[in-house]
């Protein structure tokens, strides 16, 4: 399945942050914790260069728990100050600013040298389409400032935002990249809904989740749907959840849309279990 998006206002995006980095302290880059690899775009590494940086790990509900404790000592190891956080409840959002004092501390205490008072931290949030920097902002702000959608791509203008506390906010458009160099980056952002369904054959992509369901854990498709996964094929199994689902047309034949529709919405919102595509182990493959 080939996977391609790249909007124009993406090329804009990341010429305005490059331009955008001189006005901030620290960088923070959201990822998504069921996808720590494919969530994270390379062009940031490039455009941020040493720019003082967290990674805070969202979605962390949604993900495997012994995962992303591997996931945030991976990350601590590679010395990025980390933070596990679900931005729609708030859980964890209280760490940020100390995570952020932490990789700024030398410069606090340059300014207090100098005798600069001044604690406040300006903050860039960055990340892919879809992984939560509108919600995390509005949770950091306490009100709604940014705007928040369920479809990728909502932000399209930097903003900046200020909070309840010692932060001011810098609001960025997500940004994908030009191309995937690794087919299943690119399935791992459509499972999740980076990439806009509308572009994608939804039929494909779902019977893709399957297969990858049932390498990680053939009981998360039985459990959920009560059905026998064992020695059957990826289109068996798609048609047995089509039936306990009523996703049938006329002549009773599978509606493989709806289906597909059924077992993406139930992954993305969790109700097919605490599931991490991505492990630790991958990295030396994958990267």
Known sequence: MN?????????????????????????????D????????????????????????????DLSDENENKKWMEYFKKEGHETVMINSVT??????????????????????????????KIRLMIVGIPNVG???????????KSAKVGNRP????????????????????PGVLWPKFEDKLTGLNLAYTGAIK?????VDNLAFSLIETLQKIDPKILSNRYNIDTDN?????????????RGAILKGNEI??????????????KGVLGKITLEKVEDIDVRL
């Open 133 to 143: 920097k509108s919600t995390l902002i509005n949770r950091l702000a306490k009100k």
């Open 197 to 201: 369904d509308e572009i994608m054959d």
């Open 255 to 268: 509606d493989y849309t709806k289906t597909a529709n059924i077992i993406l919405d139930e992954f993305r």
């Open 90 to 119: 708030g859980y964890g959002v209280k760490n940020i600013e100390k995570a952020c004092r932490s990789q700024l501390k030398e410069k606090f205490e340059k300014n207090k040298e100098k005798n600069i008072l001044s604690d």
């Open 232 to 244: 059957k094929a990826t289109l068996e199994i798609m048609d047995e959840i089509a039936l306990r």
């Open 33 to 60: 914790s069921r996808i720590p690899i494919s969530s994270r775009n390379p062009l940031i590494d490039e455009i941020l260069d040493d720019k003082p940086r967290i990674i805070l790990m969202n979605k962390m």
């Open 3 to 31: 996977i391609n998006w790249y909007p124009g206002h993406m090329k804009k995006t990341i010429d305005s942050l490059k331009s955008s980095l001189k006005l901030v302290d620290v960088v923070a880059e959201l990822v």
């Open 153 to 172: 791509g909502v932000t399209r203008h930097n903003q900046w935002i200020k909070t309840s506390g010692n932060m001011e906010l810098l609001d960025t």
